[in-house]
Nanobody, 120 residues
Framework: QVQLVESGGGLVQAGGSLRLSCAAS????????MGWYRQAPGKQRDAVAT???????NYADSAKGRFTISRDNAKDTVYLQMNSLKPEDTAVYYC??????????????WGQGTQVTVSS
């Protein structure tokens, strides 16, 4: 069983920065695709950024140039550095791990979410 624990959310003024962390337990982290998603009230959950086992990254257009995703395989942790935050970044941010096990079974796990609130 994989467990994800997010931290680092909070209240920040527009233009400020936050760094989210997601620590994973279990044996799948190093070969998994890791991602950060967010969900604002009344809206669907959308991808913000992903990073694969080789360190290749993808960002939503809204995150490009402001957010940076990274991973530390030694600590089984993925980070999201968020700079130049805007009120529209306000949402619950979720960490996700996904991949395919050795025997071919796909897996996907979500963290519990961490609230990010950006005041204007």
């Amino acid at each position: 069983q994989v467990q994800l624990v997010e931290s680092g959310g909070g209240l920040v003024q527009a233009g400020g920065s936050l760094r989210l962390s997601c620590a994973a337990s279990g044996s799948v982290f190093r070969r998994s695709l890791m991602g950060w998603y967010r969900q604002a009230p009344g809206k669907q959950r959308d991808a913000v950024a992903t990073i694969d086992s080789g360190g290749n990254t993808n960002y939503a257009d809204s995150a490009k140039g402001r957010f940076t995703i990274s991973r530390d395989n030694a600590k089984d942790t993925v980070y999201l550095q968020m700079n130049s935050l805007k009120p529209e970044d306000t949402a619950v941010y979720y960490c996700k791990v996904e991949g395919v096990r050795t025997w071919g079974t796909p897996y996907a796990y979500w963290g519990q979410g961490t609230q990010v609130t950006v005041s204007s």
